[in-house]
């Protein structure tokens, strides 16, 4: 018998948002179609096979957010991935922290070609295991999966699982005895670049849900010299409060390195700087905005 698992339930709020989204708007029927037959593959605690970005075959499970927003989209987050195809270029070197079952890695692979390289980072073993098959069953060759985290030393952290949504698991740097299920080792990216002897990183995606702090706090090195070009960081406050920091200090960190606050302008196809702050927001080196 099959083990039940949490699943992504569509509550009122994840409702109202959906039916206020620009591809909801323009293909209504198409998009409330989509929305009921994921309801009735999470009621079946069902598996899906999909096809991705055109040629990629991936799984999709009911417990993962990312599994239910492709679905529904395409791609998880539909103005991000606007900005990758319009960005990213062959031979680009990428970092994906926080790459959880691997879709923004796939969507990154295609475009950087095959001299091109990522490292995924994703410390939640069951999670790992997922984006492997994505990368395996797909023979991608550049793209490196890493069951590992990053952080601000090395050792080793908390792993607290979010049955209900997996996108949502997150980590804690100390022993607290409350929640967690398994620890993951952790290295910082100072260390991980001079082993690989990376001379630049292009682009930098963090989304670790809260522990964006901790990942920046190793990459002192790195940021000091502005090797790494692009950070996409997301700023979720009530995930960094849980982890003992915030918004603003992330935002000061990067600043005081020489990174400016950016949004990306399609019709100069490039990075303009910014004043607000988004959810996932982008710094961007001296030396790219020239």
Known sequence: MREKIGLTRLHSSKLRWFFSHE??????????????????????????TYRYDDNF????????????????????????????????????????????IGLHSLFFSKRVGEEGKIYAFEPAKMIFRRMMEHIQNNHV????????????????????????????????????????????????????????????????????????SEILEGALSLLSRQVIKVIQIELDERSLDRAGSEKSAVVSLLI??????????????GFVRSTKEMYNSFFVAPDVLR
């Open 141 to 212: 060759k550049n793209i490196e999966g890493l069951c590992l985290a990053l952080g601000a030393k090395q050792g080793s952290a908390e792993i607290v699982d979010n049955k209900e949504d997996t996108s949502r698991t997150f980590l804690r740097p100390s022993p607290s005895n409350s929640g967690a299920t398994s620890t993951a080792a952790v290295e910082t990216l100072d260390a991980f670049a001079k082993v690989r002897g990376l001379e630049k990183i292009d682009f930098l995606k963090i989304d670790v849900e809260g522990f964006e």
């Open 23 to 48: 591809i909801c708007r323009k293909h209504p029927l198409r998009s409330c179609l989509r929305l009921i037959r994921w309801e009735l593959l999470r009621i079946a605690n069902g598996r899906l």
């Open 57 to 100: 075959r991936i799984t999709l499970l009911p417990n993962e957010g990312a599994s239910r927003l492709t679905y529904y989209f395409g791609v998880s987050e539909p103005e991000l991935f606007r900005v990758y195809n319009e960005f990213l270029r062959p031979r680009m070197t990428i970092v994906d922290a926080g790459a959880n």
């Open 256 to 269: 005081k390195k020489g990174y400016s606050l950016c949004h990306w302008h399609s019709p100069s196809k």
